[in-house]
């Protein structure tokens, strides 16, 4: 895990390929006072390829203000090198609203890790379609929300839900949230959605996943947390795991074994995206763990 104290900043770049590109950054940095603490890098190809860099540093030694260094590190450094870039401060946490229904075992998960101080994250509200899951939150000291939708299209869902977020919401949660979210709705949170599903994507999508494997008759079943785009269950996975069964397990046997799954895929995928370890590559991520 990464240092969490107010001192670090992350920056993450994408850019092509080229020599020189660690040298520049880290030398700009070295030149503000920065002290580099961890960096990871990956190119997809030796000659003309895409190269990735995830950095942390601290702060306390920079000679300017965290706004300068951003500017400053766009001209001196970004546009040279072409580079696709983020500079975030870990004393700045993102602020995620977690949408649920009625099964609480990823919810709970993610609720425990939060009060032990081991998701960075602030949790403005929790939003359900249910009043089920609202004594669990507010056990929390979290605000929950219920937003009743019956009645409702996935347009009219989505208007509803979005009136329930409070301002600057940087990232929703998709605890085991039984609902479709409208297409307008995730053109708000671009790439800033992030969903449980519980099977091992690009198997079994959709519905039941856990009937339609029992079915196949597979040996493995497994959990994917994903972003959110505007096509279900097909966006850019962010993490996987898998537990084997056999022809003794039933499909409720086979969702027994899959809860723990899908606690703890969701848990890393909140954690890593709280980090900054994730990078978008088109359809697939680049995660520095």
């Given at each position: 895990?990464?240092?969490?104290d107010?001192?670090?900043?992350?920056?993450?770049?994408?850019?092509?390929d080229?020599?020189?590109?660690?040298a520049?950054v880290?030398n700009?940095?070295?030149h503000?006072?920065?002290?580099?603490t961890?960096?990871?890098?990956?190119?997809t190809?030796?000659?003309?390829?895409?190269?990735?860099m995830?950095?942390e540093?601290q702060?306390?030694?920079?000679?300017?203000?965290?706004?300068?260094?951003?500017r400053?590190?766009?001209?001196?450094?970004?546009?040279?090198?072409?580079?696709?870039?983020?500079?975030?401060?870990?004393?700045?946490?993102?602020?995620?609203?977690?949408?649920?229904?009625?099964?609480?075992?990823?919810?709970a998960?993610?609720?425990?890790?939060?009060?032990?101080?081991?998701?960075p994250l602030?949790?403005?509200?929790?939003?359900?379609?249910h009043?089920?899951?609202?004594?669990?939150?507010?056990?929390?000291?979290?605000?929950f929300?219920?937003?009743d939708?019956?009645?409702?299209?996935?347009v009219q869902?989505?208007?509803?839900?979005?009136e329930a977020?409070?301002?600057n919401?940087?990232?929703?949660v998709l605890a085991r949230y039984?609902?479709?979210?409208?297409?307008?709705?995730?053109a708000?949170?671009?790439?800033?959605?992030?969903?449980?599903?519980?099977s091992?994507?690009?198997?079994?999508?959709?519905?039941n996943?856990?009937r339609?494997?029992?079915?196949?008759?597979?040996?493995?079943?497994g959990?994917?947390?994903h972003?959110v785009?505007?096509?279900?269950?097909?966006?850019?996975?962010?993490?996987?795991?898998?537990?084997?069964?056999s022809?003794?397990?039933?499909?409720?046997d086979m969702?027994?074994?899959?809860?723990?799954?899908?606690?703890?895929?969701?848990?890393?995928?909140?954690?890593?995206h709280?980090?900054?370890?994730?990078i978008l590559?088109?359809?697939?991520t680049?995660?520095?763990v």
């Amino acid at each position: 895990m990464s240092t969490q104290d107010d001192t670090t900043a992350r920056l993450l770049i994408t850019c092509p390929d080229r020599p020189g590109i660690v040298a520049a950054v880290s030398n700009f940095l070295f030149h503000h006072g920065a002290n580099v603490t961890q960096l990871d890098q990956h190119s997809t190809d030796p000659s003309g390829g895409t190269f990735f860099m995830r950095l942390e540093f601290q702060t306390p030694g920079l000679d300017i203000s965290g706004t300068a260094l951003q500017r400053a590190f766009g001209e001196v450094v970004a546009r040279p090198f072409s580079m696709d870039w983020r500079m975030r401060f870990a004393a700045n946490r993102l602020r995620a609203a977690i949408l649920v229904s009625r099964h609480e075992h990823c919810f709970a998960e993610i609720l425990w890790r939060w009060s032990q101080g081991e998701l960075p994250l602030e949790l403005p509200v929790v939003i359900s379609n249910h009043p089920d899951l609202g004594p669990e939150a507010r056990r929390f000291g979290l605000e929950f929300r219920h937003v009743d939708l019956s009645g409702t299209d996935r347009v009219q869902a989505g208007q509803r839900i979005q009136e329930a977020l409070p301002e600057n919401i940087d990232l929703l949660v998709l605890a085991r949230y039984m609902q479709i979210l409208s297409p307008e709705l995730v053109a708000q949170f671009p790439q800033r959605i992030i969903n449980i599903h519980h099977s091992f994507l690009p198997s079994f999508a959709g519905a039941n996943p856990y009937r339609q494997a029992f079915d196949k008759g597979v040996k493995l079943i497994g959990a994917t947390a994903h972003y959110v785009t505007a096509e279900l269950d097909e966006g850019p996975i962010i993490e996987q795991d898998i537990a084997r069964v056999s022809h003794r397990q039933s499909p409720d046997d086979m969702r027994l074994l899959g809860r723990e799954l899908e606690r703890q895929v969701l848990a890393r995928a909140l954690l890593w995206h709280a980090e900054d370890r994730i990078i978008l590559h088109g359809t697939k991520t680049v995660v520095f763990v």
